[in-house]
Each structure stands twice: as C-alpha cells, then as structure tokens.
C-alpha cells in the first residue's frame, strides 16, 4: 500500500507545497515544531533512509540545502536544522527545520498550532524563494 507520503506526491492527499524537483517533494509538515519546519522526500518509496543509494542519498540531500537556504531567505533563524526519524512514516524523509536555539528542536513537546491559511501563505513565500 502506498505511503501517505506517496499520495501527497500523487496529489491524493493535499499538501502545502515547498518544491519539487524529478526526484524529490518537499511540503510544510502539518504538525510543525517550529515556524517552516519542511519535510523532504524521495519521490520513489522508500522506508528507511539509509537504504537509499548512495547517489540518490547525495542528491536528495543536496534538494534538501536548497530547500534550507529557502527557508533562511523567509524565516527568521540562526539555522536550519535537520533531522531524521521515521518512526511515524515509513517513507523516508530528512526535516528541516529554521532554529534559533537547540529546543526548537524538540520532538518531544507542544506542537504548534497553524492555521491552514498561515501554512498556505508561509508554502508560497517558500516556493517564491527556492532556487
Ligand atoms: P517521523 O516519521 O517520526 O519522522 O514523523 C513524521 C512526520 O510527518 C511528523 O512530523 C508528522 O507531523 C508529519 N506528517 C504526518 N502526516 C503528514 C501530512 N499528511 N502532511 C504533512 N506532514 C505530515
């Protein structure tokens, strides 16, 4: 069965959009930790991330820097974050996420709470901003 990440690639399921290249989806995480916080995906399914080759590994992370530097132009932040987990999705995806001190990071907390507007409008100054 596909993954739910999949179907937001095959526009099943909806999603706020970041970027998008042959190989690679990006979109805004529905239950941030921090303002912007993104996931990148490989479009083909995968489970686990360090499953991926080698070459497609360095792409998607090199996908995922552009998406950073994005993120930099828009959000206020020291720095993106990254991180990987996979517990709750078994489609591989690395999270970006613009931080300005080590706990907004944290996974274990508070979500936040964003509006669907607020997601809509943060995804299109993403996508205006990714190069
Ligand atoms: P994990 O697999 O533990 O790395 O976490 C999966 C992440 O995917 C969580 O941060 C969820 O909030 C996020 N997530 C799950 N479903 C969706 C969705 N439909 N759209 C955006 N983000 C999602």
């Given at each position: 069965m596909a993954s739910i990440f999949s179907k937001i690639v095959a526009g099943e399921i909806p999603c706020h959009k970041v970027a998008e290249d042959e190989e690679f989806f990006a979109f805004l995480d529905?239950?941030?930790?921090?303002?912007?916080?993104t996931l990148v995906i490989p479009k083909t399914e995968i489970d686990?991330?360090?499953?991926?080759d080698d070459s497609v590994l360095g792409r998607m992370m090199a996908f995922a820097k552009r998406v950073a530097q994005a993120q930099e132009k828009v959000i206020p932040c020291k720095r993106v974050g990254l991180a990987v987990m996979g517990l709750e999705v078994p489609h591989a995806h690395i999270h970006l996420i613009p931080i300005q001190?080590?706990?907004?990071?944290?996974?274990?907390g508070e979500k936040m709470q964003v509006s669907q507007e607020e997601l809509a409008d943060l995804a299109m100054r993403l996508r205006a901003a990714f190069k």
């Open positions: 529905i239950n941030p930790v921090s303002a912007g916080h686990y991330i360090f499953d991926i001190k080590e706990s907004d990071m944290y996974f274990g």
